[in-house]
């Protein structure tokens, strides 16, 4: 009865008390669930974290990694954040060292290049505690470039073919050959781990004409549509 004619203002004023606290209740009751709510969503939206991306200069990326175990903590989330920071990158191949990590762990996504090769469409893979166990004596030389050195490219030789033995992520135990670009993004995760970056791999006149340029990079000279640590 929201009308009350011919009552008491006592009355009315007792209709009044208990409309406000009803209303305040009503008020409070929603304010919580909209809490809630919003709470679950930031959740959801932290469920991962973009890494940023060490840049060539850094320390970390002359370590060679150390192996890791099964107890290694959160290694599923680590698996995934850096599945999704190198979707970021827009990159094919992600080693932890990368994300300031020492550790003998790196991911190939050639997802990125299915267009070019649909067989790899969903090719994703992680590899942990990786060992090359075979490298071929037949060699190829094509460009690279490395998310770790921006804006640089060089032609960079590598083995045809590589045996590759790790575990995967679930810690199944395997032993694998790649050939041709497979092979090329393996064998240049793997020099993260071993502490190498392709420009390693170049002749000293290429490092010399590019000095300038590397030199930039470790100085924190840099622009990326992605995030970066020097």
């Known amino acids: 009865r929201k009308i009350y004619i011919g009552v008491s203002s006592q009355s009315n004023d007792r209709w009044w008390s208990e ?4 209303t305040k209740q009503s008020t409070g009751r929603r304010n ?3 809490y809630y709510i919003t709470r679950l969503l930031r ?4 469920q991962f974290m973009i890494y940023p991306i060490v840049i060539y200069g850094n320390a970390v990326l002359k370590k060679q990694a150390e192996p890791i175990t099964k107890d290694y903590p959160n290694l599923p989330t680590l698996i995934e954040d850096m599945y999704k920071t190198l979707d970021r990158a827009e990159g094919v191949g992600l080693a932890a060292p990368q994300i300031g990590l020492p550790i003998k762990l790196f991911i190939v996504d050639l997802s990125l290049l299915k267009d070019e090769n649909p067989e790899w ?4 893979k992680v590899f942990i505690n990786p ?3 075979f490298f071929s004596e037949d060699k190829e030389t094509k460009e690279e470039g490395c998310l770790s050195i921006p804006g640089i490219s060089e032609r960079v030789p590598r083995s045809l073919s ?3 033995h790790y575990f995967d992520e679930n810690w199944v135990e395997k032993t694998e050959t790649y050939s041709g670009f497979e092979a090329r993004a393996i064998q240049h995760e793997y020099d993260h781990l071993m502490g190498h970056v392709f420009v390693d791999r170049i002749s000293t006149i290429r490092r010399q004409m590019i000095s300038s340029k590397l030199s930039s990079l470790a100085k924190g000279k840099v622009r990326t ?3 970066v640590k020097n």
């Open 32 to 34: 919580k669930r909209y």
């Open 121 to 124: 469409a969903n090719f994703k």
């Open 162 to 164: 590589v045996t590759i």
């Open 19 to 22: 409309e406000k606290r009803q």
């Open 43 to 46: 959740i959801q939206k932290i």
């Open 131 to 133: 060992e090359i166990t």
């Open 225 to 227: 549509h992605y995030k």
